[in-house]
């Protein structure tokens, strides 16, 4: 049986040496470097107040990097993934080379999957492939249950523009975790019994260096990390779309280890193992996008009324009730149709206004009386585009080698 008793304590007092690292924090601070960005687009695209929230949602994310680093250490720990001898050196120089190419390559998906292909090819570089992939699926795996939980939190309002050319609203999911995480390391060849006595069939990855792995002596070494998720949803709320896309990462991320534990064993899986990494996440990327664009979008005008894509919190609208995807249909006994009756009506309300509008999926009529303190006070609605904006959101991420071959076959096929 597997020593939890044992195991768990020396994980959480690794973990906790990290919070004394200053490479931790300098993460955390480059995290809420993010989140000012995010908070800045936010409030140029709609003209909203401040970047107050930056810290808090810096701090939230802190706390789900330190739960989800936990829960990966502990994988690391039960499938006795070591960093010994795995050559995980070459991995961030490959992933920052890919980058240029485009900007979602800056994943360890695509890096691990080339460097595996190229050492069964080429024999170099030296390099523990079932490692190397093993530790993109356990990083993946703590990024699906952060996504399950936090990947919704912050979404940013934005116009996009379809794939059919049409202009809907939506919204960018985007997180930034710190993550510490605890790895395994060999030390060296048992010379007496000591530490923690390992079961039988631990560990189930073989350790990149000499010797009989069940003889070998381990010790926990500690290592800082981030983890970004970026997504958008627009047929879907962004709680709805984070779900299923840590669903559809999680999936991912199983397979993946299994590939690679069964790599040590096969070399023809090694091969497939090393190719479902970077075309698996690819497969996860294309089928968010698709699923997202093939319904409907949520965030249209209405037949009747001005649709609400997000409502600025406690603005008069937010405590009137209304949220995202309501439908407002009067102010003051003023019908608006538009955005344009919207602020018109807008400039000239101040004091108490009643407000009639449809909540929720099922459009329950509501009529509700705020206040507002002046013409200037910002009522807080966030319309749903109308289709004749301009500014919107671009969905490219080509890096600086993408762009520059884009532009040259452009070119050419004049």
């Not at 939230?60 to 995980?88: K, N």
């Not at 979602?104 to 490692?131: D, H, K, S, T, W």
């Not at 590939?259 to 091969?271: K, P």
């Amino acid at each position: 049986m597997f020593p939890f008793n044992q195991v768990l304590p020396l994980i959480l007092a690794t973990l906790a040496s990290v919070l004394s690292e200053p490479l931790f924090w300098v993460v955390v601070l480059l995290v809420a470097l993010q989140y000012r960005r995010m908070a800045a687009t936010r409030r140029e695209f709609f003209g909203l107040p401040g970047t107050g929230g930056v810290w808090r949602d810096t701090l939230t994310a802190t706390v789900y990097g330190l739960l989800g680093g936990f829960m990966g250490s502990f994988l690391m720990v039960l499938i006795g993934l070591s960093l010994s001898g795995s050559g995980l050196i070459y991995l961030w120089p490959v992933a920052i080379l890919l980058m240029l190419i485009d900007a979602r390559f800056l994943c360890f998906a695509y890096a691990g999957g080339v460097l595996a292909l190229c050492n069964l090819l080429f024999g170099f570089p030296e390099l523990n492939i079932a490692q190397v992939l093993a530790l993109v699926a356990v990083l993946h795996m703590v990024e699906s249950v952060l996504i399950l939980a936090s990947g919704h939190l912050g979404a940013v309002p934005v116009y996009f523009k379809s794939p059919a050319g049409q202009v809907v609203g939506g919204f960018t999911l985007q997180r930034f975790w710190p993550i510490p995480i605890v790895a395994l390391a060999v030390v060296g060849p048992a010379t007496a019994q000591q530490g923690v006595a390992m079961p039988e069939w631990w560990p189930l990855l073989k350790p990149g260096v000499s010797g009989d792995a069940t003889e070998l002596v381990y010790t926990l070494i500690s290592l800082v990390a981030g983890l970004g998720y970026g997504d958008l949803a627009v047929s879907r709320s962004p709680e709805e779309k984070s779900r299923l896309s840590a669903l559809v990462l999680g999936t991912y991320s199983l397979g993946l280890l299994l590939l690679a534990v069964l790599s040590q064993y096969f070399r023809g899986l090694a091969f497939l193992a090393a190719l479902f990494s970077p075309l698996g996440h690819e497969m996860v990327i294309h089928i968010g996008k698709k699923v997202e664009f093939r319904r409907r979008p949520l965030f249209i005008p209405p037949d009747r009324g001005v649709g609400v894509l997000d409502v600025v919190s406690d603005s008069p609208a937010w405590r009137a009730g209304i949220r995202s995807g309501d439908v407002v249909l009067s102010l003051n006994q003023y019908p608006v149709n538009s955005r344009s009756e919207l602020e018109m009506v807008l400039a000239n309300l101040w004091g108490p206004v009643e407000v009639q509008f449809l909540h929720g999926p099922k459009r329950v009529f509501h009529r509700e009386v705020v206040f507002r303190g002046s013409f200037t006070q910002p009522f807080g609605l966030l319309p749903v585009p109308e289709g004749t904006e301009e500014a919107v959101m671009d969905l490219s991420t080509a890096g600086p080698l993408g762009r520059w071959w884009a532009g040259f076959w452009r070119r050419i096929r004049r």
